[in-house]
């Protein structure tokens, strides 16, 4: 994952996970609503979103299985996604530690499918 996926992984996991321990939401409703939290935050280019619905979901199941999770900065203390199990205080995120050369974002597919609101509100309904 380069370091700009894992930026917007990791806002898009924080949000999730606030919604979950404060019990505003769960299960499916909490990753839409996550992920409309993430949308408002993101600046929407003219290719959309940088994580679409459907690795959204993925990320979820990462990290709800133990293959991810969210590991503190020592720098400046946010949560990012990692591997599972990374040692305590050994993590610094590509905000305080940027890259030599921040790679230019490929194209995204043309496929809109997972950026439409009405789809995102007709699957909630269906998971329901």
């Known amino acids: 994952m380069t370091w700009e996926q ?4 990791s806002m ?9 321990k ?5 299960g499916v409703d909490a990753v839409i609503k996550a992920y409309r939290l993430y949308l408002e935050q993101c600046p929407q280019a003219e290719e959309g979103p940088l994580l679409a ?3 959204a979901w993925t990320l979820v199941r990462f ?10 900065c020592n720098c ?14 050994s993590f610094a995120c590509s905000l ?3 890259p030599s050369r921040a790679v230019k974002r490929r194209k995204l597919s043309q496929n ?6 009405q789809l995102l509100d007709e699957q909630r309904v269906q998971a329901v």
Not at 6 to 9: F, G, L, P, T, W
Not at 22 to 26: A, H, Q, V, Y
Not at 112 to 117: E, K, L, Q, W
């Open 22 to 26: 404060t019990g505003l939401c769960n």
């Open 12 to 20: 898009f996991c924080n949000a999730w996970q606030f919604l979950l």
């Open 76 to 89: 400046c203390g946010g949560n990012f996604i990692t591997h599972a199990h990374q040692p305590v205080g």
């Open 6 to 9: 894992n930026v917007h992984a």
């Open 53 to 55: 619905l459907t690795r």
């Open 63 to 72: 990290v709800e299985s133990g293959l991810l999770q969210l590991s503190s």
């Open 112 to 117: 809109p499918a997972d950026i439409i609101p």
């Open 96 to 98: 305080c530690q940027p």
